[in-house]
T-cell receptor, first 116, second 117 residues
């Protein structure tokens, strides 16, 4: 089975621009979560999608948004980029159904976003 | 919200020796799941081991084992016979078992493990 695929791997943007990151989950996984990873802060939860619906949202401003398509692929969008948005953005998929809550997250390689 | 604390930002171990990474968590829930993930320089987070809170027996996966102390809310990872490939950042994670919490995981800030040849 193919793993979680994130594109692109690296991205350099300028303040004020917007960016879209993409994530393709493992086949059969319906839950896709996004995390922001920065040095010293660890992984901060952005949001989770399950069957095209946002099920959970972390404490991030509205500039961060996402969506999930019918094939479970997900995109994350950040508008009006700020220098502080520079981070590694990780996508993770899992089965996600309530009867599989012990199933772990499977992560992609991440997208390294640099805002200048 | 649940919090996960890893109090050791950095650890080192001699090759072939044993090392223990600490993790504590704060929750009012009685049913949950705990995980250890490893993130090597390649960036991909890899599951090392998981533990269900309702199980008293500590989980074991080859050279990796945990010491789960539910009353103390402690979940440490022991790596035996350390190998150079074990060098990585290790993250402890918590996940509620409640059906209405979605699939949100809470992560600690990580422990960077160095393996000395």
């Amino acid at each position: 089975k193919a793993g979680v695929t994130q594109t692109p791997r690296y991205l350099i943007k300028t303040r004020g621009q917007q960016v879209t990151l993409s994530c393709s989950p493992i086949s059969g996984h319906r839950s896709v979560s996004w995390y922001q990873q920065t040095p010293g802060q660890g992984l901060q939860f952005l949001f989770e999608y399950f069957s095209e619906t946002q099920r959970n949202k972390g404490n991030f401003p509205g500039r961060f948004s996402g969506r999930q398509f019918s094939n479970s692929r997900s995109e994350m969008n950040v508008s009006t980029l700020e220098l502080g948005d520079s981070a590694l953005y990780l996508c993770a998929s899992s089965l996600g159904a309530s009867n599989s809550y012990n199933s772990p997250l499977h992560f992609g390689n991440g997208t390294r976003l640099t805002v200048t | 919200a649940q919090t996960v604390t890893q109090s050791q930002p950095e650890m080192s171990v001699q090759e072939a020796e044993t090392v223990t990474l600490s993790c504590t968590y704060d929750t009012s829930e009685s049913d949950y799941y705990l995980f250890w993930y490893k993130q090597p320089p390649s960036r991909q987070m890899i599951l090392v081991i998981r533990q269900e809170a309702y199980k008293q027996q500590n989980a074991t996966e080859n050279r990796f084992s945990v010491n789960f102390q539910k009353a103390a809310k402690s979940f440490s990872l022991k790596i035996s016979d350390s190998q150079l490939g074990d060098a990585a950042m290790y993250f402890c994670a918590y996940r509620s078992a409640h059906v209405n919490t979605g699939n949100q995981f809470y992560f600690g800030t990580g422990t960077s493990l160095t393996v000395i040849p």
